[in-house]
């Protein structure tokens, strides 16, 4: 009932003035794309698509994180603060098993370390989804029926916990992480041209995320996922096992999360214990501009922030590109208060 | 109902404990000398008379990458001297982070604290230029010495048209207690644009920093010479460094503009080394810097692309100084994780060092008895040709270093290692 | 007396508001009396100490008003706090000298105290305007972003603010007369202009602005707003249907919770005298949120008792556990581990590197054993217990059935 009368309401919203407010985005837009369009055609095309690709290899690390939260959200209704230090978890993971796995920087090289480089992927992501789990399980389970804002603080407890063990197992310094991905790369026409490493980067994050939401779409236990999120009552009732379904979800996102760690060293060749914090801001503001909930929407979020940071750092000020991204994001949200993707929200 | 009053009861005990850590937090602390001091009595025949040296510095969280090698340096000086005439002397460290980020309300607690306190005389720190213009007016009222290794802003001690709070303003007895012993943005900055476009002979450079007031400041310095002298800036940024690891488009658009050096107005605790190992493969220049780059926490991060890197070292050559290589020999047995050690660390030493050799001093000229505080600034400022490990030290009215030298160090070999110059004096 | 009998005659079991109220009352007059006798005459830093925590009490009781009363997440209320700081920094210090303006300004504390108060209320209001559509954790969101800008701005902003250097050298409050005597160790004299430079001086303004803001706070709650606040919270929809403006609401809303803010900067500044970008960023947001809930979101005394505990275990506490470690290794007699030896570094040097884990240990376990916070208000006390909370599911019914 109420949840009828909200809907009719926005919709009288969502009219005339909805009208005239789409009218004001469009115009922000187009004077922006101008402002771009004139600063890039001073510095020429070869630049632009030059950090374009810099700005996609960026942006698929924040989209793996992103889906991560956009899960967690749509299904338990909770900012899981500690998401991105299950991030920087796979970093470290993967750090340490790298020389285990007899890889070393500037000796390993060719096709060989693919099968060892992939079994530390599995392994790290393995890790991170169990220790996810097990978060999940003290931190954020016992408090299902607390009020709302209790598990927030959990979550930013279990981010403490986890940048305080990153921090005593490696200390706090940055972390050089091998440079294993080769470094040669294809010309794009010009002095454009685009690495392997930046093509790994994309092509596993998107391989990553296409498995996910044929997963989520397909399966049954994405179906049990998709059921808990829409009503968590209602899907017991049908029998799903709401614990196991809500478990999944960590585990699933936490796994996507721990390769971005791992994607994330190899790419940057640097990690270090408090990277989370910032990287999982910049995921969580992802998924909200994609609609959070929506799993495509924030994959599309996190390319479009990775190319909007590159953007700004690469033809204006990057002292104000933080400014700029978060800008966009309250605006996003005042013109489009579900997100570009556009999500239902129940409304509770 | 049973439950419900228990709960009460909780509540009102939950209140109490409040009322009672409101103290706890401090008068921990505060007790602690003494309680020290009766463990060390049980054992050894401890003298009756302390004297503590402070140090306050970001140990936790992010900053502890500056912080926790810094005050090692700083207790390891300390440790060397347990005793004098008599008179017990000790470390004892403060830490200056709210969540992991420098925090100059906490900084000025810390201060408040060592002043409470009549054992201390004089503390090692800050690290942070902000930290200092808020612990400064406080130290100045107590009369007790702050000795930074690291704060650069020139603003500090020396006036300058463009500088607020003048130095004045932060001393309200008009009285000088600050001393530091790097040398201000002002000297490293210019001196590494001389030799960018004398030595090296290029012309056009790209610069970033991390937009801290160390880093900015540098570059700016940096960037003033460098135009002033015929040189071309042919782009900067100021990177949010907390939030960025990509310093790709930054690269690419200084190859574009045909950059042929870049400056770092960073430290390797700020990812400056990070940048040139992302320039492999795009750009390969010669890279330079400040002295917060001239440590193996650069190299480590620079990978495999550590050739043709330069930075300033306010101090002169340690390396041609025999107790230098002592010293550094010993700290590394008593503090054998490579995390101990970083860029300031010796720095550290020496600023403990001269504190150390201040107190001898006022304790010789106040008859073998503790001194003031007063005496121990007045000891400090009086410091001359006192050898520490990275530099030769005397004090100016406003409390920067006299005479500094200024080393030109470089990488040299596979693997790469730091390599002294060049050295000139600057005034 | 009647506020005395008041508090005698409520069963603490029933309301321990008006007890805490009486303890908070009774620890700000005894504290500094305590302060100085255990240290013997050495405790300002003490003092001064919880003088500083008193801009965390403003800032949760500004805090509370949007999250607790109105139930809108607030994730940037930091940005209020900078605001209310460089308000003071602007209109007291020499600082505008080298600005594009060239005049300094030096309004006395005072005044600013109020034109901080009004201008952090103005951002509120900039701020909520756009969030008015919004609903839920997206307005969280949106906040977020907020309070991510205003710091940036201030840094990248160097022409007015000094940027990353910060405005320091700020002015401190000053009383236009004072009588001093030997009671502060000078002579029987009548001052004028008299500078607050003593920790005491900082305190007693703290404790008269906190206690300003509770009653305040209070008659605001019991006021038609405040029966809006818990309308809108409830249920908006049926809100905006029982005839509440509930933009109006909402924009002033979160005006009133930016204003405590206000206050708050202003003290901060004046006190510290110095503002710089670092220490408003989103980890102060999250502080803050998290005395609030810990504390007992909605309840006034449950938020200032929160508000104090975790100022105290972050700022006191954990920075003071190393040398504790290393007392109470000695006292059980594994004085070993104070020194250094091979890889361990010495226990007081462990637990430094423990304590964000320790940290996080806490507020987790506090959460898990009291989900509602310390003293929570009585209305969600009772949500809470008999289970007409929103996510009531089959479990909670049958449990509730078996009792």
């Known amino acids: 009932m109420v949840s009828s009368l909200a809907r009719v309401r926005g919709r009288l919203l969502a009219g005339s003035r909805g009208r005239v407010l789409n009218g004001i985005l469009l115009i922000l837009i187009a004077a922006a794309l101008v402002l771009v369009a004139t600063r890039a055609i001073a510095l020429g095309p070869a630049y632009f698509i030059q950090i374009v690709v810099y700005g996609l290899a960026d942006g698929s690390i924040y989209a793996l994180i992103a889906l991560g939260y956009t899960m967690v959200y749509g299904i338990v209704e909770l900012i899981n603060f500690a998401h991105g230090d299950v991030f920087t978890l796979g970093g470290f993971v993967s750090l340490w098993l790298i020389p285990i ?52 603080i959990t979550a930013v407890g279990m981010s ?8 005593l197992w490696r200390g706090p310094f940055n972390l050089h992480y091998p440079n294993l991905l080769p470094a040669d790369s294809i010309s794009l026409g010009g002095s454009a041209s685009i690495a392997y490493k930046d093509i790994a980067v994309i092509v596993i994050a998107l391989g990553l995320m296409t498995a996910l939401s044929l997963f989520v779409e397909r399966s049954k236990l994405g179906k049990a996922m998709r059921a808990t999120a829409q009503d968590r009552d209602a899907a017991g009732l049908m029998g799903i096992d709401i614990n196991r379904t809500i478990a999944a979800t960590f585990f699933i996102g936490a796994l996507l999360a721990g390769a971005g760690g791992m994607i994330y060293g190899l790419y940057f060749t640097s990690i270090a ?44 000020d990057s002292a104000w590109t933080d400014v700029v991204v978060f800008a966009l994001l309250v605006l996003v949200l005042v013109f489009r208060p579900t997100g570009i993707m556009g999500m239902r929200v129940p409304e509770k | ?53 402070a140090s306050d510095l970001p140990t936790s969280g992010a900053d502890a990458s500056s912080g926790l090698p810094t005050q090692n340096g700083a207790a390891f000086a300390v440790s060397q001297t347990p005793t004098y005439k008599g008179i017990k002397i000790t470390f004892k460290p403060f830490d200056d982070t709210v969540n992991g980020v420098h925090d100059p309300q906490k900084g000025a607690q810390n201060v408040q604290q060592m002043l409470s306190d009549p054992k201390v005389l004089a503390m090692v720190g800050p690290f942070n230029s902000n930290v200092a213009r808020a612990e400064i007016p406080i130290a100045n009222q107590g009369q007790l010495a702050m000795m930074s290794p690291s704060n650069t802003n020139e603003c500090l001690t020396q006036l300058f048209p463009y500088c607020d709070p003048k130095p004045a303003a932060l001393r309200p007895t008009g009285k000088n207690n600050y001393f530091r012993i790097a040398a201000p943005d002002t000297v490293q900055g210019p001196a590494m644009a001389d030799y960018v476009i004398k030595t090296l002979k290029l012309t056009k450079v790209a610069v970033f920093s991390d937009n801290e007031t160390f880093g900015k400041g540098v570059a700016d310095n940096f960037v003033k010479r460098l135009t002033s002298t015929g040189g071309t800036l042919t782009n900067r940024q100021d990177f949010d460094m907390k939030t960025t690891s990509d310093f790709k488009a930054f690269i690419n658009a200084a190859k574009a503009a045909g950059a042929q050096a870049i400056y770092a107005g960073a430290t390797s605790a700020t990812k400056a080394c990070i940048v040139r190992s992302q320039m492999a493969g795009i750009l390969d220049v010669p890279f330079t ?98 050898k520490g490990t990275v530099g030769t030290y005397a004090f100016d009215a406003n409390g920067d270093p006299k005479s500094a030298t200024m080393a030109f160090w470089f990488t040299k070999g596979t693997p790469a290692v730091w390599t002294f110059q060049s050295q000139f004096s600057v005034q | 007396m009647t506020v005395l009998r008041r508090i005698w005659e409520t069963d603490p079991r029933k309301d321990p508001n008006p007890l805490v109220y009486a303890l908070l009352a009774i620890t700000a007059v005894a504290y500094p009396i305590w302060a100085q006798a255990s240290t013997g005459g050495q405790g300002d830093f003490l003092i001064s100490f919880l003088a500083d925590g008193g801009v965390y009490v403003l800032l949760a009781i500004g805090l509370n008003v949007v999250v607790g009363f109105a139930g809108l997440l607030d994730l940037g209320y930091a940005a209020f706090f900078a605001i209310g700081a460089y308000t003071y920094a602007f209109l007291a210090s020499d600082h505008l000298v080298v600005t594009p303006l060239q005049e300094a300004v030096h309004l006395p504390f005072w005044i600013v105290l109020f034109i901080g108060l009004f201008v952090a209320a103005a951002f509120g209001i900039v701020l909520g ?18 309070g991510e800008i205003v710091p940036r701005v201030f840094r990248n902003l160097g ?24 009671w502060s160790g000078d002579q029987l004299e009548v001052v004028q202009n008299f500078k607050i430079i003593q920790p005491l001086g900082f305190y007693v303004i703290m404790v008269l602005l906190v206690g300003a803001c509770i009653v305040l706070v209070n008659n605001l709650r019991i006021s038609r707003i405040g029966r809006a606040w818990m309308a809108v919270r409830e249920d908006e929809v049926a809100a905006a249907a029982m005839g509440v403006n509930t933009v109006r609401v909402k924009l002033l809303t979160f005006a009133i919770g930016a204003a405590f803010s206000g206050f708050a900067g202003a003290f901060y500044g004046a006190k510290l005298s110095l503002v710089s970008p670092e220490n408003f960023g989103f980890s102060v947001s999250i502080t803050i949120l998290v005395m609030i809930v810990l504390g007992g979101m909605g309840n006034i ?38 020194a250094p030896n091979g890889d361990w570094p010495g226990i007081a040097q462990e637990v430094q590197r423990l304590r964000f884990l320790i940290f996080g240990l806490i507020l987790v376990l506090t959460m898990l054993l009291r989900p509602q916070g310390l003293i929570p208000s009585r209305v969600r006390q009772q949500e809470l217990t008999k289970g007409v909370n929103e996510d009531q599911t089959i479990e909670d019914v049958n449990a509730e059935a078996a009792t």
Request: aromatic share 8%.
């Open chain 3, 129 to 146: 305007a756009p969030t008015l559509r919004l609903r839920g954790d997206y307005l969280a969101i949106v906040t977020l972003g907020f």
């Open chain 1, 160 to 167: 403490f916990v986890l940048e305080g063990l990153m921090f």
């Open chain 3, 301 to 338: 005394p449950g938020v200032i008792a929160g508000a104090i505990l975790i100022y105290v275990v972050i700022f006191g506490l954990l920075g003071a556990l190393p040398p504790l470690a290393e007392e109470w290794a000695t006292s059980l007699g594994l004085g070993s581990l104070v």
């Open chain 2, 1 to 53: 109902m049973q439950r419900r009053w228990l709960s009460t009861t909780t509540i009102a005990i939950a209140v109490a404990l409040v009322a009672a850590a409101c103290g706890g937090g401090g008068t921990g602390a505060t007790t602690t000398g003494p309680a020290a001091t009766t463990a060390a009595a049980a054992t050894t025949a401890a003298p009756a008379a302390e004297i503590i040296i």
């Open chain 2, 289 to 386: 810097g400040p002295d917060g780059i001239g440590d193996d926490q650069c190299l480590k991060d620079a990978g495999a692309n550590t050739a043709n890197m330069y930075f300033t070292n306010a101090a002169g050559d340690a390396a041609q100084n025999p107790d230098a290589a002592a010293t550094v020999a010993a700290f590394k047995v008593a503090y054998p994780k490579a995390s101990d050690l970083g860029a300031y660390t010796f720095p550290a030493y020496d600023c403990a060092l001269i504190l150390v050799d201040a107190v001898k001093r006022a304790i010789d000229a106040n008859g073998g008895k503790v001194p003031s505080r007063q005496q121990v600034i007045d000891a400090v400022q009086a410091t001359s040709g006192l």
């Open chain 1, 273 to 316: 214990f408090d990277l989370g914090f910032s990287a999982g801001l910049y995921a969580f503001t992802a998924a909200v501009f994609g609609g959070i909930g929506n799993i495509q929407g924030a994959a599309i979020g996190g390319l479009l922030i990775g190319i909007v940071r590159v953007i700004v750092d690469g033809y204006f």
């Open chain 3, 159 to 182: 022409v007015w603010t000094s940027g990353v250097n910060g405005i320091s050298a700020l002015d401190k409050p000053q009383l236009p007369l004072w009588i001093q005597g030997p």
């Open chain 1, 101 to 152: 796995f007899g890889l070393e920087e500037a000796k390993s090289v060719g096709p060989g370390i693919i099968i060892p480089l992939v079994a530390i992927l599995v392994i790290s992501m393995l890790v991170c989804g169990v220790v996810n789990v097990a978060i999940e399980r003290v931190a954020y389970r016992p408090l299902r029926h607390a009020p709302r804002l209790a598990p927030l």
